[in-house]
T-cell receptor, first 112, second 117 residues
Framework: QKEVEQDPGPLSVPEGAIVSLNCTYSNSAFQYFMWYRQYSRKGPELLMYTYSSGNKEDGRFTAQVDKSSKYISLFIRDSQPSDSATYLCAMSPSGSARQLTFGSGTQLTVLP | GAVVSQHPSRVICKSGTSVKIECRSLDFQATTMFWYRQFPKQSLMLMATSNEGSKATYEQGVEKDKFLINHASLTLSTLTVTSAHPEDSSFYIC?????????????FGPGTRLTVL
């Protein structure tokens, strides 16, 4: 079993839809949770960064962490064609310079 | 956010040659940088952790004599793929940890696409 599981998709939605992206994990030591967006042939770009459980909102993006269920989500409201990319979840134990553990990524296409 | 650059963005080389890839943090000092490789439609696989002024820490299965890492300054880490072969063709991405940010916040470079003929 992988430490971090992420549905690879692909996921296609119409413009304006609400998108829900999810990851589950098995390591209870993870405390820091991140979502990255990666356009084709580019490096990942940090979208959201949260610590421990709870919600964080930034514009059209909302990140949720449920540590009791070992489940994290990224919601995209009013999705745009420019949101079409691969979304990677990543997580790390607390208080260390440990490298991230990444999910395999979900490929999202927002259709105009 | 912090900016990380990589050079070159793509390189094509003949089998048996060595290729050097540079990773720079442009507006912050990075004591720790990370090197990843990514195959098409797959996630990032960590290769090694590069620490300024000390030896790199390699992940299991990564040949340290083949993938030479040097972190000579707080803003520059280099990855040299020695005696490259076609199976080394991949997308190589570096990241740098910004100490002024969150404890585990990393910023990624744009990647280098290596093609070995």
């Amino acid at each position: 079993q992988k430490e971090v599981e992420q549905d690879p998709g692909p996921l296609s939605v119409p413009e304006g839809a609400i998108v829900s992206l999810n990851c589950t994990y098995s390591n209870s030591a993870f405390q820091y949770f991140m979502w990255y967006r990666q356009y084709s042939r580019k490096g990942p770009e940090l979208l959201m960064y949260t610590y421990s459980s709870g919600n964080k909102e930034d514009g059209r993006f909302t990140a949720q962490v449920d540590k009791s269920s070992k489940y994290i989500s990224l919601f995209i409201r009013d999705s745009q064609p420019s949101d079409s990319a691969t979304y990677l979840c990543a997580m790390s134990p607390s208080g260390s310079a440990r490298q991230l553990t990444f999910g395999s990524g979900t490929q999202l296409t927002v259709l105009p | 956010g912090a900016v990380v650059s990589q050079h070159p963005s793509r390189v094509i080389c003949k089998s048996g040659t060595s290729v050097k890839i540079e990773c720079r943090s442009l507006d912050f000092q990075a004591t720790t940088m990370f090197w990843y490789r990514q195959f098409p439609k797959q996630s990032l696989m960590l290769m090694a952790t590069s620490n300024e002024g000390s030896k790199a820490t390699y992940e299991q299965g990564v040949e340290k004599d083949k993938f030479l890492i040097n972190h000579a300054s707080l803003t520059l880490s280099t990855l040299t793929v020695t005696s490259a072969h076609p199976e080394d063709s991949s997308f190589y991405i570096c990241s740098a940890r910004d100490p002024s940010g969150g404890a585990n916040e990393q910023f990624f470079g744009p990647g280098t696409r290596l093609t070995v003929l």
